[in-house]
């Protein structure tokens, strides 16, 4: 049984409940969507309660182009777990073509940028010292590319994109793994139930080879645009809630809260994310009076 070894395979982009909030991290399609410029910070606390569980922050601004007609932005990601951790600064560029037919909209992103991948094993306990992997960390920087598409029109989107196109392996001396490349997969249908009301739900699809899939599933209710409430299911893994306020002209504040449904539950307090957003230039609604004045 000692002789025996194996090779163990895993998701290695971090985990968050907040995507819909922050859609440009992984699909380049969604730069300038919005029509205006909006700034966002997310970061997630996970599995509170284990030391050295995933910490990660998140943030990013995108913005329209020559007349809404492109996108660009800058996301940052910063993710790091026990002795492991990886940076990512990434420019993303988006084309958004005309309507196709039926109120049917098409954009296409792509993104550059530089990834790094690192660890330190020197101030963990271990049998043998003279381990190559223990005697100094490792850290490498890379270029990184990104693609993605996104249809959508006013009730439903879909998209697909692929957040890292370039694989590598992790370490110099004794490679401990490598980067695959994941893949996203995204829908969302939004249905208004009266004037103040809307039902939206969405869901988030990842794939990368050899490890189990992951799926989350969001439902929320949205009141005046204002302020949110929904619950949140992660296929074989977790379940939640998060709410959205924007708490002033341009502002938003989000939080989520997701817990696992495993054995992880009995000494985690969940996982937890706080989020800020900030839209600048976002035009006032206009109400026409039947009065004329």
């Not at 971090?14 to 399609?29: E, G, M």
């Not at 990886?86 to 909209?105: D, V």
């Not at 998060?242 to 938003?252: L, V």
Request: with cysteine.
């Amino acid at each position: 049984m000692c002789l025996m070894h194996g090779n163990i395979w895993s998701q290695q982009d971090a985990h968050v409940s907040l995507y819909l909030r922050n859609p440009i991290q992984f699909n380049s399609a969604h730069a300038g969507l919005d029509g205006t410029l909006r700034a966002t910070a997310i970061t997630r606390m996970q599995w509170t309660g284990w030391d050295g569980a995933p910490r990660t922050q998140l943030f990013s601004v995108h913005s329209p182009l020559l007349r809404s007609r492109m996108g660009g932005g800058l996301t940052v990601l910063n993710d790091e777990s026990g002795a492991r951790n990886q940076r990512e600064i990434m420019l993303h560029g988006a084309y958004h073509l005309p309507t196709m037919g039926s109120n049917i909209h098409g954009s296409i992103g792509l993104g550059l940028g530089l990834h790094s991948e690192g660890y330190d094993f020197q101030d963990l306990f271990t049998s043998d010292p003279g381990d190559a992997l223990m005697i100094a960390p490792y850290a490498a920087t890379r270029f990184n590319a990104s693609f993605g598409i996104l249809v959508h029109a006013e009730a439903w989107f879909a998209g697909y994109s692929l957040p890292q196109l370039m694989e590598h392996d992790l370490g110099d001396v004794a490679p401990m793994g490598r980067t695959l490349r994941h893949q996203y997969v995204t829908a969302g249908y939004i249905r208004p139930l009266n004037s103040f009301i809307d039902i939206r739900a969405v869901g988030l699809f990842r794939s990368v080879a050899d490890a189990p899939n992951s799926m989350d599933l969001n439902v929320e209710c949205w009141f005046y645009d204002v302020i949110s409430a929904g619950a949140m299911y992660r296929f074989n893994e977790g379940m939640g809630w998060q709410a959205s306020y924007r708490f002033k002209e341009g502002w938003r504040f989000h939080y989520a809260v997701d817990f696992p449904l495993n054995g992880l539950m009995s000494r985690s307090f969940g996982s937890h994310e706080i989020g800020i957003a900030w839209d600048y230039g976002q035009k006032p609604i206009a109400f026409k009076s039947p009065r004329y004045f």
